[in-house]
């Protein structure tokens, strides 16, 4: 679809399916022999993982549950890939290093995964990375893999995911719809022109840590609201002030 929407060309999903086939295992190869990258000094790292469902054949599934106790229907693929940093724009902003990124895709479970793509930073020239980041979209198991594989990386929600969390915390603090909205539009603004991205969170949303009444009026400060989101651990919310 992108190929089509940007380049104008169409490639159909069963010649898709038999470049995979043909090259694939050519590109495992590859990456699992390959010696590692040659490089000096590298001031940033970046390393970025998600997963999604794919469609398969049901002899894939088998005695998988959906969602919905039935047999599943997809399986979740992780897709990672390692790129770095060497130099900002004019106005600050970092620039990702021509023909730096590589990937790598796998069906396993996070931990197995994890090792993945850690392997493949390592091979990139971890050991030379005076910064590491991870960039993920908030999910639990993302930190965990990062906490797990890359001990000491700063951890960022990327800025699309941050706005779902504000507009949550809106939802949790507020129940008009005119303020839920005009609130978290107001902290989206603030995050972006700070540049402002995320913190873990650790603090739990209404408790004696950060109390709701503490809480609007951290987000009412001039510095206060662009740190603050939401993060779900199983079925709790969980929420931190942080001064900017």
Not at 29 to 57: C, E, L
Request: charge should be positive; glycine fraction near 10%; hydrophobic fraction near 35%.
């Amino acid at each position: 679809m992108s190929l089509q929407v940007y380049g104008g060309i169409h490639v159909s999903g069963r010649q898709i399916q038999r470049v995979v086939s043909k090259v694939g295992p050519d590109i495992v190869s590859f990456s699992q022999h390959r010696d590692p990258q040659k490089t000096g000094a590298i001031p940033v790292m970046y390393i970025s993982y998600d997963g999604t469902g794919v469609p398969m054949k049901s002899t894939e599934t088998q005695g998988r549950k959906g969602k919905r106790e039935e047999q599943a229907k997809t399986r979740e693929v992780k897709l990672g890939c390692v790129f770095t940093q060497h130099v900002r724009d004019e106005e600050g902003y970092p620039l990702r290093d021509t023909q730096s990124t590589t990937y790598v895709a796998s069906f396993n479970r996070a931990g197995e995964f994890g090792t993945l793509i850690r392997d493949e930073a390592r091979l990139r020239g971890l050991g030379q990375a005076e910064q590491v980041v991870v960039l993920g979209d908030g999910a639990e198991w993302i930190w965990n893999v990062a906490r797990v594989n890359f001990a000491g990386a700063t951890q960022i929600l990327d800025f699309y995911h941050g706005c779902e969390h504000l507009y949550d915390l809106s939802c949790i603090l507020f129940t008009d719809a005119e303020t839920i909205k005009s609130k978290a539009e107001r902290w989206k603004k603030v995050m972006k022109e700070n540049g402002t991205w995320i913190r873990q969170l650790n603090a739990v949303f209404c408790t004696n840590h950060l109390g709701q009444k503490e809480l609007q009026k951290s987000l009412d400060a001039p510095s206060g609201c662009a740190c603050v989101f939401l993060q779900p651990f199983a079925s709790k919310a969980f929420a931190q002030k942080s001064h900017v």
